[in-house]
T-cell receptor, first 112, second 115 residues
Framework: DAKTTQPPSMDCAEGRAANLPCNHSTISGNEYVYWYRQIHSQGPQYIIHGLKNNETNEMASLIITEDRKSSTLILPHATLRDTAVYYCIVRVWGGGADGLTFGKGTHLIIQP | GAGVSQSPRYKVAKRGQDVALRCDPISGHVSLFWYQQALGQGPEFLTYFQNEAQLDKSGLPSDRFFAERPEGSVSTLKIQRTQQEDSAVYLC?????????????FGPGTRLTVT
């Protein structure tokens, strides 16, 4: 799986949009971008994934650049409960048949 | 429905003791994964089961680590002769391959402290 690069930490004010960047310059054509987050003392939680089109669900939006070398996870109206470590993972969509390769992620802190 | 559960949530072991960590996956999930998460790090893959078959154990750090899933449901991760470097959170995840988003559902983890 391709390697990803994320900033170690970010702050965001409550109620504002949180934009979390991820670089994946070596991504292959059949690899998807997945985002998970891990709230303190919990297991990681799936957020969203995409191949090349922008995606949106009830939790977040995912913007993937045209060359697919980077992406941005957007939490439109951040709340204190969104404070967590966010992991950007690139993987082939194997339907869950392979282990995930996590990096160190971005520690997002939502400020009241 | 019930998510992935793990027990115990916390385990303290003296160096040299054997420990067994249990994972109950989501009912019907074929795939089961174990991860190790050291303090301040992201989870690292240990091993993967498809039903009762252990298809990948490339991440197990030593032969002291052993995992099983004899009936294709509950899984146990066993660590023999624990060492201080084994102190970590052990996460279990399950998924249903070939469907939906391919996401893995994680349990809350077992925090192992070796003294």
């Amino acid at each position: 799986d391709a390697k990803t690069t994320q900033p170690p930490s970010m702050d965001c004010a409550e109620g504002r949009a949180a934009n979390l960047p991820c670089n994946h310059s070596t991504i292959s054509g059949n690899e998807y971008v997945y985002w998970y987050r891990q709230i303190h003392s919990q297991g990681p939680q799936y957020i969203i994934h995409g191949l090349k089109n922008n995606e949106t669900n009830e939790m977040a939006s995912l913007i993937i650049t045209e060359d697919r070398k980077s992406s941005t996870l957007i939490l439109p109206h951040a709340t204190l409960r969104d404070t967590a470590v966010y992991y950007c993972i690139v993987r082939v969509w194997g339907g869950g048949a392979d282990g995930l390769t996590f990096g160190k992620g971005t520690h997002l802190i939502i400020q009241p | 429905g019930a998510g992935v559960s793990q027990s115990p949530r916390y385990k303290v072991a003296k160096r040299g003791q054997d420990v067994a960590l249990r994972c109950d996956p989501i009912s019907g999930h074929v795939s089961l994964f174990w991860y190790q998460q050291a303090l301040g790090q992201g989870p690292e893959f240990l091993t993967y089961f498809q039903n009762e078959a252990q298809l990948d154990k490339s991440g197990l750090p030593s032969d002291r680590f052993f995992a099983e899933r004899p009936e294709g449901s509950v899984s146990t991760l066993k660590i023999q002769r624990t060492q201080q470097e084994d102190s970590a959170v052990y996460l279990c995840a399950s998924s249903l391959p070939g469907t939906g988003t391919g996401e893995q559902y994680f349990g809350p983890g077992t925090r192992l402290t070796v003294t």
